[in-house]
Structures are given as structure tokens and as C-alpha cells.
DNA sequence: CTTGACCCCGTACTGTAGTCCGGGGTTTAG
DNA sequence: CTAAACCCCGGACTACAGTACGGGGTCAAG
């Protein structure tokens, strides 16, 4: 067995996700389908790891598997145009402006909560309902 | 009936979310439990709304319900002391910042994606992998 | 005083994202 | 050579977050 190849097993050791995790996120294409052993065992790439850390990552910050399908399939090739790529890689851009303000503006609040709370005022009111209302997402 | 409350339906339709959901999140315990008519209908507070904006926008941040019950609950009263708050707040505030970092990594590696397309050079692999893979989160 | 729109409740169903099971073959350490 | 550890696959199961259903009561307009 080739030294640069993971065995499904270990790939998923070392990303930190379930072996099954790793079956279904392959059959969802989310990583590539990896070349065989002749009895049928599946290699990976050592960069499947980064992959599936990756994906874990983005999905903690709320997007989707599809989303990530498609922040994943964001290359130049034959199939696509640098031209549809920049205009899919700024969407995604946007996308992601406005979840970082989202977040500023929840940060913002709760760093104001700690300085009431450091001046012993008590908040009788839930104050993080402030943040977050006033923009269109 | 009060010109300040809101039946249930007009109260989703304002705030763009299923009439179920809004019971749903009333039995999960993220929306107080509303007055009712003589007859048994809710009369929300007209803020009510924002909190349940604040719910979805926070959901699109990747916070599951629970994390965003624990947030809505971040306020000083008698059961909780202000210290005790505090140090809820920073840990969350730290969340935060690690999400914040996290997208504006993934942010880098999409302006970089552009300004190769912009010099037309064509991309086989997919760089946004190089973002997100050198941190704990 | 009825009809359509709205509300009540419990229960069942759906979609997403896994996770587990179990019967089998393979690889490796002793 | 065998036992433990690993892998294969299809299919069933789970958790979370809703969403739909259906039988019934309520409210406002005509």
C-alpha cells in the first residue's frame, strides 16, 4: 500500500469525523471518489484530510453540504469560465460579508453586556434582541 | 383585542416564518410563553418579531437552537448573577471571534480566486482549501 | 346566523446530516 | 494459520428542525 494513500479508516482518524462520515460525504460528492486497492479498499490523497476538515468548518458557519458543494467546485477548468467563476466567487463573497456583520453586530452586544454587567447595573431586559434587527440578510 | 398584540399568524407573516414555527419555538422555550384570550389565543408582544428574526439570522450563523436558547438568555437577574453572565458572554464573544476569523478566511481565499480569474490563468485545483486548515477551531 | 378566515391541539410526516448494523471479505501481527 | 483489526456494502436508524394534517372551536363580514 502506497505511503502517500490513507485508508478510509485512518483518513477519518485524522480529520476527526466518523468512518461513515466520511463514506457519505463521497457518495454526496463531496470528495472526490478515490481510486481502489484490487480487493476494493478505498486510498484517498493525504489532501482528503484538509478537505473534510474544511467542510466540518464551513458547516459550523452555517452553510449547507450543498453550499459547500459549491464553494468546493470553485475552479477554473473546461466546464467553466474564469468569467462565471468570479461572478460565483463574489456571490459567495457577499454571502460571507454579511454573516461577518451579522456576527460584529452580536459581538457588539454581548461586549456591551459584559461592560454593563462589569459596572453591577442589573439588565432586567434581554438586550441581545437589539443586535441583528435592523438589516435584510 | 389589544392593538399592541399580535395573533399568531400576523405575528409569523411579520416576521416572514411558518405559523408552525412559531409554536414550535414557543414549545422549545424561545419564545416566552404568550397571554391568552378567554379563548385560548396567543397575544404575542410585538417584539416578539425581532426575537424571532434573530433566531433565523442566528441559525444562518450556524448556532443550533440550544446555543441560541443560551443566547437569548444572556441577561442579569435574580437567579443569575452578573459575574456568572459575564463569563458566559466572553465565552461566547470568543465563539464568535473564532467564527469571524474563520469566514474572513475563507473570504481571503475567494478575493484571491477573483483576481486569478481577473488574469484569466487558468486554475486546476481548487484553492479554497488553503483556507481553514491551519487552525484548532 | 352562516361562511370563510383564523386559531386550538396533538400527532404524523419531511428533509438534512449523519450514524449504526450486520453479514461478509481482507490485512496484519503473533 | 488464525485472530484481531480493518474494510466492503446496502439498508435501517437517529437527531434536529421544522412542516403538514385534521378535527374541532372562534371571530368578523355580509
Known amino acids: 500500500m502506497d ?3 490513507l485508508t478510509i479508516g485512518r483518513l477519518a482518524k485524522q480529520a476527526g469525523v466518523n468512518l461513515e462520515t466520511v463514506r457519505f460525504y463521497e457518495r454526496r460528492g463531496l470528495l472526490p471518489k478515490p ?3 484490487a480487493s476494493g479498499y478505498r486510498l484517498f490523497p493525504e489532501d482528503a484530510a484538509s478537505r473534510l ?3 466540518r468548518r464551513a ?3 452555517g452553510f449547507s453540504l450543498t453550499e ?3 464553494l468546493l467546485s470553485l475552479r477554473v477548468s473546461r466546464r467553466t469560465t474564469s468569467a462565471d467563476i468570479r461572478t460565483r466567487a463574489k456571490a459567495k463573497i457577499a454571502d460571507i460579508e454579511a454573516k461577518i456583520r451579522s456576527l460584529e453586530s452580536i459581538k457588539k452586544t ?3 453586556l459584559t461592560r454593563v454587567c462589569d459596572g453591577c447595573a442589573p439588565v432586567a431586559e ?3 434582541l437589539e443586535s441583528l434587527d ?3 440578510a
Chains 1, 2 share one sequence.
Open 3 to 5: 505511503m502517500k494513500s
Open 53 to 55: 476538515r474544511f467542510i
Open 110 to 112: 454581548l461586549r456591551k
Open 35 to 37: 481510486p481502489r486497492t
Open 134 to 136: 435592523r438589516e435584510d
Open 68 to 70: 459547500i458543494g459549491e
Open 126 to 128: 434581554c438586550p441581545i
Open 59 to 61: 458547516q459550523e458557519l
